[in-house]
């Protein structure tokens, strides 16, 4: 079992940007997912954590590895798959995956043949593999990536928005593939989608301006909610009135009309419907509450 804990780790960009504001978080094996809009500080973090840019103060361990100390170790077990991926295009995926392979350290060229056809095998892109990566989908240029970032035998995954502009056939096969990377392993998913750490992650976390406003597993941030959400479909004129008189957490159309979700410890009447609280739910309430606590400062 390994795992990864981040501590009192802050960062303030030259031009005044707090990304990160004092985050402390662990993450055990397994899928992990990290939520959060854009701007939260996502990145920054996905970044930190893999020794792209340094912190102003705070530590990162993997297990015992301090990977601010010791970059170049954590490089070796780590397996980033960045936000695009498509830095090599005019090569094929046979001769990406082989030029990852000599920069890991895999210099016994059997070796590295007999591992590029296992993860081509598994990213499924065999028949593919002589084609220019240039010329693939979006999904397939992500598998591609899964396939790098499996080189070597990472302990720990860090992927970056990566269903951003796949279609849902695609999106699917990649959350197949995530999955079966296996729970050995620590998968950081840092995503704004909420709908991929619904269907994949074991733990998750919020982000929100820099600040980390939820960790726990999906279920305990449902469970907190339970009881206290309520729905109604409104008119489109009478959004601002339910917003000053009622906690709204999120309106979205549905057919053309609003359909608000509320927060509210019993119930509202005036035709609200108790609902059982979803991940949106959880997400939408944390932003919304930090953005007010952010906004009475
Ligand atoms: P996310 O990945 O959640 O979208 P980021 O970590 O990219 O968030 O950004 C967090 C905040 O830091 C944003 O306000 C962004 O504009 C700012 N930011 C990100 N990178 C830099 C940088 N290199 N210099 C200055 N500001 C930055």
Same mark, same amino acid.
């Given at each position: ?14 031009? *005044? ?47 015992? +590895? ?7 170790? +954590? ?5 980033? +798959? ?22 890991? *350290? ?58 951003? *502009? ?22 950081? +998913? ?25 960790? *726990? ?81």
């Amino acid at each position: 079992m390994s795992s990864l804990k981040i501590s009192n780790l802050s960062k303030i960009y030259p031009n *005044g940007v707090k990304a990160l504001d004092n985050i402390s978080l662990e993450i055990p094996n397994g899928m992990f997912g990290l939520l959060g809009p854009n701007g939260a500080g996502k990145s920054s973090l996905m970044r930190t954590i893999s020794s792209l840019q340094e912190a102003d103060s705070g530590s990162i361990f993997l297990d015992d +590895l301090d990977v601010f100390k010791n970059p170049t170790a +954590l490089r070796k077990v780590l397996g980033y +798959l960045p936000q695009e991926f498509g830095v090599y295009p005019h090569i094929t995926a046979l001769q990406l995956l082989d030029h990852v392979a000599i920069l890991k *350290g895999i210099s016994n060229k059997k070796e590295r043949k007999n591992l590029i056809e296992y993860l081509l095998e598994k990213v499924n892109l065999t028949e593919q593999k002589n084609k220019k990566v240039k010329s693939f989908s979006g999904g397939m240029k992500q598998r591609v990536g899964i396939a790098q970032a499996l080189i070597g035998n990472p302990k720990l995954i860090i992927v970056d928005e990566p269903t951003a *502009g796949l279609d849902p056939g695609e999106r699917n096969r990649f959350h197949n593939l995530l999955a079966s990377v296996g729970e050995e392993v620590i998968v950081i +998913l840092s995503t704004h989608i909420v709908d991929d750490v619904k269907e994949l992650c074991s733990n998750m976390a919020i982000m929100n301006s820099g600040q980390l406003v939820y960790q *726990g597993t999906p279920q305990k941030g449902i469970d907190e909610l339970q009881g206290k959400v309520w729905r109604k479909i409104i008119s489109r004129n009478e959004v601002e009135a339910y917003q000053s008189k009622y906690y709204v957490i999120s309106d979205k159309l549905i057919a053309g009309k609003p359909l608000i979700h509320i927060l509210d410890e019993s119930n509202p009447e005036n035709g609200f419907e108790a609902i059982t609280p979803s991940i949106e739910d959880v997400f939408f309430s944390k932003i919304k509450q930090t953005n007010e606590t952010a906004s009475s400062l």
